[in-house]
């Protein structure tokens, strides 16, 4: 007889209590085997995708894509026995489940008991009828149809996509999460859309495209309705927000620049590029930066170590965990380059590169955004000069990396174009105080003005 297993949603990372379902790569009907990607979700952290624990047939999906849902929740059903193939082979008595430790092949992570204390979540609950059953049947049918061809030679499914939205139970297209997003922000109703990526995948051309509409008239445009959108405050987007709040009122900011000439350091980095150890290498202004910031703790190790309240001490870090603040599709995060103080140029140029192409594809690990000890923020990237960032929770200092621009200096009693950026550092007053934030500040400004100084440290 079958054997049927609820998956419940497990918590990826210390101390989260939910998770957004964002795309089912499984349908009723499928076999799975251990450890097969099953379900992409994403947390207050980062998006993850989940292995599944058992090898069987999927039963039902209990949960889709776009809600959210309390770690401990069930979200799928899996017959781990189909066909009762335990039963005759042990008679006709049910397999035994296998022993618990036998049931945790997820690496890294596992369901554990969480006592969420949160609002119960309005809206209809999800059905576990035989009608919802056959609704989601429905649903997968044309799902695999847009997907490509069927194995049923006359499938039959709606004309076009608007069609779809009439299905029982709702369709949900193919798209990345940042896709996703892209559409959530524009108000696009990514359903609505007919994808022109591999497979019938909603791109962001297609959601952009949507978003601009036909060609109108003038006279259409002007007494075309507008109003507003309103958009859940969850995931990353709420996690930033407390934090920052938090910071910003619990430890006293202070912020200083500093404007200096940089045309050594580029001029370094236009050789470098040249050189046999940095081909294929992406070496970056940034990348500067860090190894500026990583040299100069070591002569100032109070913009690296933090406040513990608590036990009121103060914690020095004899290690650097760099963090760089990345702007994505889902909001602002902050990965961590562990040992950046251990690195070589190259090595943090590498470790820069691998980090802002992970976080953009919001596949940045939840255990590399926690435990950092100081943060470089590149706003220069953005063509802004500087400004006055806001200290990440559990550190003392974050710098500011603004816009290298072509600017009139004096040199040697003339006026010359050079490179020129500027830097603000905020720290903490507890911490810091300003004699020590500005050495420091000094310092990084002086490696990055005259690189050859690095062999004095």
């Known amino acids: 007889m079958p054997e049927y297993k609820s998956f419940p949603l497990p918590d990826t990372a210390e101390g989260l209590t939910e998770a957004e379902i964002l795309s089912w790569h499984v349908k009723p009907g499928d076999t799975v085997t251990v450890n097969q990607i099953i379900v992409e979700i994403e947390t207050a952290k980062a998006a993850v995708e989940l292995p599944c624990p058992w090898a069987g047939v999927v039963t039902e999906l209990h949960v889709q894509p776009g809600q959210t849902v309390d770690v401990g929740t069930p979200i799928l059903t899996i017959d781990v026995d189909p066909g009762g193939k335990a039963a005759a082979t ?128 003038v006279e259409h445009r002007a007494v075309a309705p507008r109003g507003e959108r309103r958009v859940p405050i969850k995931g990353i987007r709420k996690v930033t927000a407390q934090a920052m709040v938090a910071s910003a009122f619990t430890a006293p900011h202070v912020t200083e620049f500093l404007t200096l000439d940089v045309t050594p350091m580029m001029d370094l980095r236009a050789k470098l590029k040249n050189h046999p150890d940095f081909r294929g290498v992406k070496l970056t202004p940034l990348a500067f930066c860090a190894k500026a910031v990583a040299m100069a703790v070591r002569r100032t190790p109070e913009v690296n170590s933090s406040w513990d309240e608590a036990a009121q001490e103060i914690v020095y870090k004899d290690y650097v965990h760099l963090g760089i603040a990345a ?92 490179k020129v950026c500027q830097l603000a550092l905020s720290f903490d007053h507890r911490l810091v105080d300003g004699q020590q934030g500005s050495e420091f500040l000094a310092d990084v400004g002086a490696l990055l003005a005259d690189p050859a100084l690095a062999i004095t440290y």
């Open 327 to 418: 702007a994505t599709p889902r909001g602002l995060i902050v990965p961590k380059i562990r040992d950046a103080d251990t690195l070589s140029l190259r090595e943090l140029a590498e470790a820069l590169d691998l980090l802002t192409t992970t976080a953009r594809d919001g596949k940045t690990p939840p255990s590399d955004m926690v435990n950092g000890t100081i943060t470089i923020t590149n706003v220069g990237v953005f063509g802004v000069d500087t400004g006055t960032p806001i200290i990440n929770p559990g550190e003392s200092a974050i710098l500011a990396f603004g816009a290298i621009r072509d600017t009139p200096w004096v040199v040697d009693g003339e006026i010359k174009i050079r």
């Open 90 to 217: 042990n008679g006709s008595a049910p397999a035994a489940a296998p022993a618990e430790e036998e049931m945790k092949p997820l690496v890294g992570y596992g369901s554990k008991t969480v006592t969420a204390k949160r609002r119960a979540r309005s809206g209809p609950a999800v059905p576990a009828t035989a009608a919802a059953e056959a609704a989601q049947s429905t649903v997968a049918a044309a799902f695999e149809h847009h997907q490509g061809p069927v194995p049923d030679p006359e499938p039959v499914v709606p004309d076009s996509p608007a069609a779809l939205l009439d299905l029982p139970g709702g369709y949900v297209p193919l798209a990345k999460p940042p896709v996703r997003k892209l559409a959530k922000d524009l108000g696009v109703d990514i359903r609505s859309l007919t994808g022109s990526g591999d497979g019938g995948v909603i791109t962001r051309a297609d959601v952009e495209r949507a978003a601009s509409g036909p060609a109108e008239t």
